[in-house]
């Protein structure tokens, strides 16, 4: 197993003939943190500074869900689906317990996981995500496309206006976080396709319209909500929504920050996570 995620090896495991695609970084003892990632996300888009400050503590396992990045399959146009995924590749690991680390949309499919397989889970961190029922998820496409439409203008990534605030310390932060997604060289994973991104966008919708996000009062599992101050993509109150709502929560935000939070404070959001995940 690679001590460092940029140059953590790409493996599969075959799932009922959909093939995922994972990587794993870390030490081999232990129980594994498991990584669900955003809207649009590949593998490669996990910032190594958070991937492997974990890593110094724990088996970390990134994996691309099913019709995304190297995972074959179509993907899932429902986050119930993702999380029903997100299940089976744990288990065809052999694995019987892990905590999750979910963002943004793989925030929702670890919420999903803890609701519907909890015998798999034992403390989730949800980082920059909505309960279902929350209003912001369904709106997610115009904010990326606005996104684009700025940086192009401007002549940076998309990224800067997603996941950071406008000011001058948050956007050398989304330099740095940049600069450290384009450090890994080879065996790079192929981007979402924009049928994936269709599929996410469906499910993103179908999260905001559910009814009730009442299940959440079932979860007995420690969790700790992460967020930035400023999220402009899914709304900062959704994560306080998440904290009263769920039974044994603890909530975190971090100052001058948006939905990127976790990479632009990466050495607090880690020393946080592995202190909750120790407890």
């Given amino acids: 197993m690679s001590a460092r995620h940029n140059d953590a090896v790409t493996r599969t495991v075959d799932v009922d003939g959909v093939v995922f695609a994972y990587r794993e970084t870390g030490p081999d003892t232990g129980i594994p943190l498991v990584l669900l990632h955003h809207f649009t996300a590949v593998l490669d888009d996990w910032d190594p500074a958070v991937v492997d400050g974990l890593a ?14 190297s995972s ?16 089976a590749f744990v288990r065809a690991l052999g694995l019987t317990q892990v905590d999750l680390l979910g963002f943004s949309l793989g ?3 670890a919420q999903v996981v803890a609701q519907e397989h909890p015998e798999l889970v034992r403390r ?6 909505a309960p279902a029922g929350d209003a912001g998820p369904a709106n997610i496409l115009p904010v990326l496309q606005d996104a684009v439409q700025r940086a192009t203008a401007a002549g940076k990534h998309p990224k800067h206006f997603l996941f950071f605030s406008p000011t001058a310390s948050s956007q050398a932060a989304a330099d740095a976080f940049l600069a450290r997604l384009d450090e ?8 979402a396709t924009n049928e994936a991104i269709g599929a996410q966008v469906t499910a993103l919708a179908k999260w905001e ?6 299940g959440l009062a079932d ?19 959704s994560s306080f929504n998440l904290a009263r709502l769920l039974p044994d929560a603890r909530l975190s935000i971090y100052p001058d920050a948006g939905h990127g939070a976790l990479f632009q404070h990466h050495e607090l959001f880690v ?3 592995l202190d909750f995940l120790r407890d």
């Fill in 56 to 69: 110094a503590e724990r088996r970390v396992i990134e994996f691309d869900q099913r019709g995304v990045g």
């Fill in 72 to 87: 074959t399959g179509t993907a899932p146009d429902s986050v119930e689906a993702m999380g029903a995924d997100a299940a």
């Fill in 107 to 109: 925030g929702m499919v």
């Fill in 124 to 129: 989730v961190i949800l980082a920059g995500t």
């Fill in 184 to 191: 890994r060289t080879a065996d790079r994973d192929p981007a």
């Fill in 209 to 214: 319209q559910s009814s009730s996000p009442a």
């Fill in 219 to 237: 979860v007995r599992h420690p969790v700790l909500v992460v967020n930035g101050d400023d999220d402009t993509m899914v709304p900062t109150i």
């Fill in 271 to 273: 020393r946080q996570a």
